[in-house]
C-alpha cells in the first residue's frame, strides 16, 4: 500500500517502523480503537529486515488469537544444538524435548521476516490502522525547541505529519531517536555485528543432512575460535523449510582487530569441518549484514519522553548471554505494553512522558527487563574471560575428548585421569575451576 501522507491531526498516534516491535503496538492501540498510522520505509514490512533465527510467539499468539494459525512460520524448533569450535574441533552438545513437537511448540518457530512482517502488519491493518510503506521518517516535530514532540518529517514532498504520540520502532539502527536527543548513540562496546547468508535448498536435503521431518527445524549455535576466531560472538545456522540461515554475530569491538570483513569470516566459518558438511552447496539468495545492540539493561534509555516512546531494538531490547539469544520476543512485548500505555494516555487526553510512564512501569515489571537485569553482567564477563572462553576452552575439550576415547593398551581409567586433569589445568586448577564455577553459575540461574 502506498498513499501520500497528508492527513496532519487525523491520527491519534504514528507509529515509525513496522517490524515486530512497530506492528505489535499498531495493532494493540488499534485493538483498543484508536486511529493509527503506521510508517515503514521498506516496500513492504520486512523487507528491510535481515534477521535469520526464531520467533517467539507467546504475545503474538494473544494479540491474533486464531488468525495465528495463519501465521507463516517456516517450522518449528524441535532441536537446539551448541557446538564449541576449535579450529578444527568440534565439542557439542544437543538438546531434543519431545514437549517441544507438540503444540505450541515451546513458541518458538523459524520464521522469514519478510513474510511474517507483512503478515503481522497485516493484522494491524486489519484491526483498523493504516499502513504507508515506502516512506522514510528523516526527524520528528517539536512543539517547539524544547517542547514535546508532536510529529514527524518524512522523505516525502508534504510528509510533515502531526500526531498526539509518536511510537519509535526504528530497529537498531535508531538515527531519528538519537537525532532528537531521546537516546545516545550506542557504545561501540554495546554493539555487535552481524553478518547473514540465506541459501536455498531442496527441502529433502535440509531434512536429511539436520535429522528432520516435515514440521520441524534446528538450531544450531557455535562458539569459540573456529566460528568467530576467538571473538565475543559466534556462528549459527537455522533450518527453514528449504533455506538456511547461516551468519556469524560478534563484537564490534573485536571486529575492529580482525583483519577479516565480516563476510570473509563468515566465508570462514562455513568451511570449518563441523561447519562444511551442513551448508554445502546450495544458491545464495540473500546476503545481509547488521548492527545488533547488546548493551543489556545499562544500556536502555529513557523508553518514555512527552509525545512519544521508544521501542523494540531502538531501545535496546536484546538478550543475548550466549545461551539465550532473544529479541524477537522483546520487541512484541515492548510494542504490547507501550501500545497500551499509549490507549491510557488517549483516554485521559495527557501525553506527555508521565502519562506515558505505565509503559516503562510494566515493562519494568515483565520479562524483558527482568531477563535483562539479570544478565547485564554478562557482557562485561564475555570480554574478560574472552581468551579462556572461546580460545582456551574449546581446545582444552577436544585434547581431553581425545584423550579419554583414546583407543591403545592403557586402561581407561588412566585415559580419564588425564582427560579430567587437562580440563582442570585449563580452568585454572581446582582454586581456579571453584571461582569460574562460582562465576559462572549464574548463567544457569
Known amino acids: 500500500m502506498t498513499e501520500t501522507p497528508n492527513y496532519d491531526d487525523h491520527f491519534d498516534a504514528i507509529v515509525v517502523g513496522a517490524g515486530l516491535a512497530g506492528s505489535a503496538a499498531a495493532l494493540t492501540m488499534a485493538q483498543e480503537d484508536l486511529e493509527v498510522l503506521l510508517l515503514e520505509r521498506g516496500a513492504s514490512p520486512g523487507s528491510k529486515n535481515v534477521f535469520g533465527g526464531t520467533m517467539f510467539t507467546p504475545r503474538v499468539r494473544d494479540l491474533v488469537g486464531?488468525?495465528?494459525?495463519?501465521?507463516?512460520?517456516?517450522?518449528?524448533?524441535?532441536?537446539?544444538?551448541?557446538?564449541?569450535?576449535?579450529?578444527?574441533?568440534?565439542?557439542?552438545?544437543?538438546?531434543?524435548?519431545?514437549?517441544?513437537?507438540?503444540?505450541?511448540h515451546n513458541d518458538t518457530h523459524m520464521v522469514l521476516r519478510g513474510n511474517f512482517d507483512e503478515w503481522f502488519a497485516d493484522q494491524a491493518v486489519e484491526a483498523g490502522a493504516t499502513l504507508i510503506t515506502e516512506t522514510t521518517v528523516t526527524d520528528v516535530i517539536r512543539e517547539d525547541e524544547d517542547g514535546p514532540i508532536v510529529g514527524v518529517e518524512t522523505d516525502r514532498p508534504d510528509g510533515a505529519i502531526r500526531a498526539p504520540v509518536v511510537v519509535l520502532a526504528e530497529g537498531g539502527n535508531s538515527l531519528v531517536s538519537e537525532a532528537a536527543g531521546l537516546k545516545e548513540p550506542d557504545k561501540r562496546q554495546e554493539v555487535a555485528i552481524g553478518a547473514k547468508e540465506v541459501r536455498k535448498y531442496d527441502r529433502e536435503t535440509i531434512e536429511d543432512r539436520f535429522g528432520l521431518g516435515e514440521k520441524d527445524g534446528a538450531s544450531h549455535h557455535y562458539f569459540g575460535e573456529g566460528a568467530c576466531g576467538g571473538a565475543v560472538g559466534g556462528g549459527f545456522i537455522y533450518t527453514n523449510k528449504n533455506t538456511l540461515a547461516i551468519g556469524v554475530a560478534y563484537s564490534i569491538s573485536d571486529a575492529v582487530e580482525d583483519p577479516r570483513k565480516p563476510d570473509e569470516l563468515l566465508d570462514d566459518f562455513k568451511q570449518h569441518p563441523a561447519v562444511a558438511p551442513l551448508v554445502k552447496g546450495g544458491r545464495l539468495v540473500e546476503y545481509s549484514a547488521k548492527a545488533i545492540p547488546e548493551g543489556?539493561?545499562?544500556?536502555?534509555?529513557?523508553?518514555?519522553?512527552?509525545?512519544?516512546?521508544?521501542?523494540?531494538?531502538?531501545?535496546?531490547?536484546?538478550?543475548?548471554?550466549?545461551?539465550?539469544?532473544?529479541?524477537?520476543?522483546?520487541?512484541?512485548?515492548?510494542?504490547?505494553?507501550?501500545?497500551?500505555?499509549?490507549?491510557?494516555?488517549?483516554?485521559?487526553?495527557?501525553?506527555?512522558?508521565?502519562?506515558?510512564?505505565?509503559?516503562?512501569?510494566?515493562?519494568?515489571?515483565?520479562?524483558?527487563?527482568?531477563?535483562?537485569?539479570?544478565?547485564?553482567?554478562?557482557?562485561?564477563?564475555?570480554?574478560?574471560?574472552?581468551?579462556?572462553?572461546?580460545t582456551e576452552l574449546p581446545k582444552a575439550l577436544t585434547e581431553a575428548e581425545l584423550e579419554f576415547f583414546k583407543q591403545d593398551r592403557e586402561p581407561k581409567e588412566t585415559h580419564a585421569k588425564r582427560a579430567k586433569n587437562m580440563v582442570i589445568r585449563a580452568l585454572g586448577g581446582w582454586t581456579g575451576a571453584a571461582k569460574r564455577a562460582w562465576k559462572y553459575r549464574k548463567l544457569l540461574s
Do not use: C
Not at 507463516?72 to 537446539?80: A, C, I, N, S, V
Open 66 to 104: 486464531e488468525d495465528f494459525e495463519d501465521a507463516p512460520t517456516e517450522r518449528y524448533l524441535g532441536r537446539k544444538q551448541f557446538s564449541l569450535l576449535s579450529p578444527e574441533d568440534e565439542t557439542s552438545l544437543s538438546v531434543r524435548p519431545s514437549a517441544w513437537q507438540d503444540p505450541p
Open 296 to 390: 543489556g539493561a545499562s544500556a536502555v534509555p529513557d523508553l518514555a519522553h512527552d509525545g512519544a516512546v521508544i521501542v523494540g531494538d531502538a531501545a535496546s531490547l536484546v538478550l543475548n548471554n550466549g545461551i539465550h539469544l532473544e529479541g524477537t520476543n522483546m520487541a512484541i512485548e515492548s510494542g504490547y505494553w507501550a501500545g497500551k500505555a499509549v490507549a491510557e494516555a488517549a483516554a485521559a487526553g495527557q501525553y506527555d512522558a508521565t502519562a506515558l510512564q505505565a509503559y516503562p512501569e510494566n515493562l519494568e515489571d515483565s520479562f524483558v527487563m527482568e531477563n535483562l537485569e539479570h544478565y547485564d553482567w554478562f557482557g562485561d564477563f564475555a570480554h574478560d574471560e574472552k581468551q579462556f572462553l572461546f
